[in-house]
């Protein structure tokens, strides 16, 4: 008689999926230590998010969620309880010290760097100091002064607004590359083209680009940021998103698997039912309560791998 092989349940919290940028391990190669996670505060909320350092404290990424209900991972011989899909993308360590340099920036004084940024909640944060690409980009958004071989700096609104618009032309510049449809064309905001646009604007791509880019900064800079754009306040929308089925991701939902808005064009017309086979006449007298529907079995991840690297390059 046979026996089955049991899997070991991994209970640890150590172990994860994850799906990462090739420069988050490439650092490995040329500086000591592994990637690390940490904890830091995020600069839109102010709440404790997820983020990792490559080797060296050389680049910093963002890391997201994808999360299903009653998920989990087989891995070996062994089953992962945490079914989380982790995924690791670039991110500039400049939105990370913007509000730090903000919040001293009340004294109106030039100071050194690590006296502006501390965090008694998040001390990691002084990591983001290793960052070359954060050193070497400071003055985009700060005043520098030197003084014998010291540093010091101060926080610039006027540059700071500068560098953001900046940021919103570059991705305006990849969603247009991308072909990523930000009118009212798009089932939910999955960048899913329903028919072909004639009437999206340049101010369409600037308020989708200003909305991305908004993920990442305070709401007050935010409002500053629109009106640095000169974009004016919307009064109303323009079109009713259809319903929304429940997130799985944090900037990612569900993609609509029906385009609702077509019954509220002019045209359009309901087709008459079609007659039925002998053989679904048959079916339909069958007893459904508590059967599942054969897409219910299957999930269309791979959408999110595909838009991992849409508008990675704006970001880092």
């Not at 963002?62 to 089953?79: G, L, M, N, Y």
């Not at 006027?158 to 990849?174: F, G, P, Q, R, Y």
């Not at 009106?227 to 939902?253: A, G, T, W, Y």
Request: glycine content about 4%; hydrophobic content about 35%.
């Amino acid at each position: 008689m046979t026996t089955k092989k049991k899997r070991s349940v991994h209970t640890s919290s150590d172990s994860w999926v994850v799906i990462a940028a090739d420069s988050a391990l490439d650092e490995t190669k040329i500086h000591d230590g592994d990637p690390t996670f940490i904890r830091l505060r995020n600069p839109a909320t102010g709440a404790a998010s997820q983020y990792l350092f490559s080797s060296g404290d050389v680049r910093l990424y963002e890391v997201k969620a994808f999360v299903e209900d009653f998920h989990s991972w087989f891995i070996d011989q062994t089953v992962q309880r945490d079914g989380r899909l982790l995924y690791v993308t670039p991110m500039d360590p400049l939105f990370m010290l913007l509000p730090y340099l903000q919040s001293s920036a009340v004294e109106g004084k030039f100071q050194p760097l690590q006296q502006m940024v501390m965090d008694e909640d998040y001390p990691g944060c002084t990591r983001l100091l290793k960052c070359s690409q954060a050193l070497d980009t400071l003055h985009h958004v700060a005043d520098e002064k030197v003084v014998g071989s010291q540093k010091f700096h101060r926080y610039s609104q006027e540059k700071s607004m500068d560098w953001l618009k900046k940021k919103v032309l570059n991705t305006v510049s990849a969603l247009k590359k991308s072909d990523i449809s930000v009118g009212g064309c798009v089932k939910s905001i999955t960048y899913v083209r329903v028919k072909q646009e004639t009437n999206v604007t340049e101010e369409d791509y600037l308020r989708y680009a200003h909305g991305l880019i908004s993920e990442y900064i305070s709401e007050e800079l935010s409002k500053d940021l629109q009106k640095h754009l000169q974009l004016p306040e919307i009064s109303s929308p323009k079109e009713v998103d259809p319903p929304s089925k429940k997130r799985k991701l944090s900037d990612i939902p569900v993609e609509a698997e029906e385009d609702y808005t077509k019954f509220n064009r002019a045209d359009f017309v309901r087709k008459p039912p079609k007659k039925m086979t002998a053989a679904q006449k048959t079916l339909a007298k069958v007893d459904k309560t508590g059967m599942k529907s054969m897409s219910s079995f299957f999930s269309p991840k791979s959408f999110i791998v595909n838009q991992l690297g849409s508008l990675e390059v704006v970001f880092s």
